[in-house]
């Protein structure tokens, strides 16, 4: 019997602690850093101001794109103003610190899903499918199989090289330090095309009519919108990935894909 009364206490001591720990616990854990931007009234949101045509600044000195339309809209969304919003224009380079350091609340800068990075931070569903493509100013080149011994310019040291041989193995690689001196590559004849991701190339045609883009897609990035890994960043979350199954569902994405020469 007293092991029978003792055994009963022990498990009711245990049940009592349990209930009191709970009961300590903050019951908006979940939604915590929501509602920290709900009631500041404002979205942090990092993007690119040079990156056309997903987040650039125009004439008139505003900044504009496909990425800016996406982060206005999730401040329509989620605090019923898309004005309500601080766009913060960031180098590739610490993209991803901002949000881990808690700079921005999320990020929406052409940043790409992979394995590597989504140990450290979480993605959204992919709003659009980036990847390798090609352009050229060259009338003679029609499509990547008049590309065979072509001299295309690639960045150095950039995953493109290694797309571009895989796919393209007869073609000679010009390693250059940036978009612009491909630029004056192709422009001295002294290349015949350039490789590179294929939302960046667009907007260089847009502003060099002159050139086409090749309808070859040479490899797929899933372009996503990056945010903090935490239970405290989940009602986040959710509402991001939500709003985003919505606009695809609407067809408001695809539009605004389409309306930006993408």
Known sequence: MKHRLLNLFTVMSSIS?????????????????LSKIEA??????????????????NKEGNLVGLEIDLARKLAEELLGDPQAIELIAVDNQERLQMVLEDRVDIVIARVSVTASRNRIVDFSPHYYLDGTAIITNNPEIKDVRDLTRKKIA????????AVVRHKLPDTILVGVDS???ALELIANKQADAFAGDRSILIGWMQEHPTYKLLSARLSGAALAVVMPKGLQY??????????IYRWKKSGWLQERIEYWGL
């Open 179 to 181: 978009y612009q001196a």
């Open 17 to 33: 602690l349990a209930i009191a720990a709970l009961v300590a616990m903050p019951q908006l854990a979940v939604a915590r850093e």
């Open 234 to 243: 989940q009602e986040l979350r959710s509402q991001v990935d939500l709003a």
């Open 154 to 161: 690639i960045l150095k040291n950039s995953q493109t090289i």
């Open 40 to 57: 500041k009234g404002e979205l942090k949101v990092a993007v690119k101001d040079n990156l056309r045509p997903l987040g650039f600044t």
